[in-house]
C-alpha cells in the first residue's frame, strides 16, 4: 500500500498498536480516522492532534459498524484503507464456566467484528483507487497460547479468512495485507506495558512502517521478532515453541 496520501480508518484505534499506527499515519501524510468505544480516549485523541478524526463504534455492533460506515463515507468520500484493529485478549480457563463468556465476547470481537467490517466497507473500499484492507493477527495465529484458546484461534480464523478475501478480491483495486504482531507492549491483557518479554511498541510500529514502505505489494507485514512463532511449522520448531508458550 501507498504509505502517504490516504485516507484511513483506523477501527480499535483508542490505545495501544492502533493508536501508535494512527499517529504515525497522521505523521506520515494521512488522514486519519480513529475508531473505538471509549469516548473519552478518541475526544483526547481528537483534542491532541490536529487533523485526526474520532467516531464511536462497537464492532460487536453491526448497527454501529453501519452507522460508522454511513458517517465516515459521508464525511470522506475518498476513504481508501482500513485497518480492522480491535481486539481483546482475556484468559479462559475451558473448565470454569464463567470462561464461556469470554469466549463469546473474544469470538464476537477479533473474529466477527472484523469480517462485519469488511462485509460493510470492502464494496465502497474495491470502487477507490489504491484501496487497502488490513487485517490484524498475531504470532499466535501460528502457535496458539493455551492461556487464551479462543483468541488464539481467532486470530487463527483471521488469517485464514485474510488469504480468502485477497483471492476475492484479486481483480480489484483492493490490497488486503495482514499485519501479524509478535507480544508487543499495550495494555492488551489488562497488564503494564513494562512486559520485558514484549516488544517495545514504538520499535514495532517503527519495524511495521518501514517494512509497509519498503515492500509496497506484501501480503503480511512481519516484524523479525514475530518470525519464530510465523515460520515454527515450517522449520520444524513448532513443539518447541508451543511447550513454551505453554510454560512447559
Ligand atoms: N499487544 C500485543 O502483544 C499483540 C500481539 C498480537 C496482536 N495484537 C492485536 O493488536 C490489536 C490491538 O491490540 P493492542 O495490543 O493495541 O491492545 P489495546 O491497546 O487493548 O487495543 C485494542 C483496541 O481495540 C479496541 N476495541 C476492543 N474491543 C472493541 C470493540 N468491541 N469495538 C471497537 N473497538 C474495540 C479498543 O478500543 P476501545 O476499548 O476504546 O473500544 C482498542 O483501541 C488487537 O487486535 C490485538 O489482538 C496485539
Sequence with gaps: MKTTGNTILVAGGTSGIGLALALRFHEAGNKVIVAGRRRDLLDEIVAGHDGIEGEVLDVTDQASITQLFQTVTAKHPELNAIIAMAGIMVPEKVLDPSSLEVTERTVATNLLGP????????????????????????????????????????????????ESLREQLRDTSAQVIEIAPPLTRTTLMGSGTDNEQAMPLDEFISETMSLLGTQPDAEQILVERVK???FAEATGTYDEVFAMQAGR
Design 115 to 162: 469480517i462485519r467490517l469488511i462485509h460493510t466497507f470492502a464494496p465502497f473500499l474495491v470502487e477507490q483507487p489504491d484501496a487497502a484492507i488490513l487485517t490484524v493477527t498475531s504470532g499466535l495465529a501460528y502457535v496458539p497460547l493455551p492461556f487464551t484458546p479462543t483468541y488464539s484461534a481467532t486470530k487463527a480464523a483471521i488469517h485464514s479468512y485474510t
Design 228 to 230: 519464530r512463532q510465523r
